[in-house]
């Protein structure tokens, strides 16, 4: 008797059961071809970010544990992939902050500015400083109070962010 024919079939339904993987999860099952990855949190939440057609960026969509829309972050890649800025959205579909993202001159990010929406106070500054050997130090995190007036800042984010590292360099806060 002659199995070959029976062991490419089987061969062949393998490899098809293979290729499905991803498509068991049942977070992928509803998702269409623009999903990036889906992130499940300990809490119960799950993140779902998506390429979004015709745009340069990533949507990522927060629900809850009870599958209930909590936030929406509209991020927008420059022209080689690297974050230029953010709109994160509440669960009404509103805007709540703007993110810029600054850079160095070797393309590593130094700084993250999140602003109100719509008067645009600064709330918070993220600064990330690098070792000698290029090894990202634990980031310095600044919270603003937004009850005082607005900040207006340059659209260059460099010249302050090298202030702002020089300062922390003269008050001994080296990591």
């Known amino acids: 008797m002659n199995t070959t024919p029976f062991r490419w079939l089987l061969l062949c339904a393998c490899l098809l059961l293979s290729m499905q993987s991803p498509a068991q999860s049942p977070d992928l099952i509803n998702e269409d071809r623009d999903l990036v990855r889906v992130m499940r949190h300990p809490d119960g939440s799950r993140a779902v970010y998506k ?6 960026g990533m949507r990522c969509a927060t629900y809850t544990a009870s599958g209930r829309l909590a936030a929406i972050n509209d991020y927008t ?25 600054g850079y160095d001159s070797r393309a590593r990010l130094i700084e993250e500015r999140m602003f109100s929406h719509p008067d645009n ?6 600064i990330y400083r690098y070792d000698a050997g290029g090894n990202r130090a634990k980031p310095l995190i600044i ?7 607005a900040h207006n800042l340059a659209p260059t984010l460099t010249e302050d962010v090298s202030k702002a590292h020089r300062s922390l360099r003269a008050n001994g806060n080296r990591r």
Not at 121 to 126: A, F, S, T
């Open 143 to 149: 919270s603003l109070n937004t009850s005082g007036p």
């Open 121 to 126: 106070k600064l709330v918070q500054r993220v």
């Open 77 to 101: 890649e420059g022209e080689f992939g690297q974050l230029v800025a953010c709109v994160i959205y509440n669960s009404e579909r509103k805007p709540i902050y703007k993110v810029a993202y």
């Open 51 to 56: 390429r979004q057609m015709g745009w340069r």
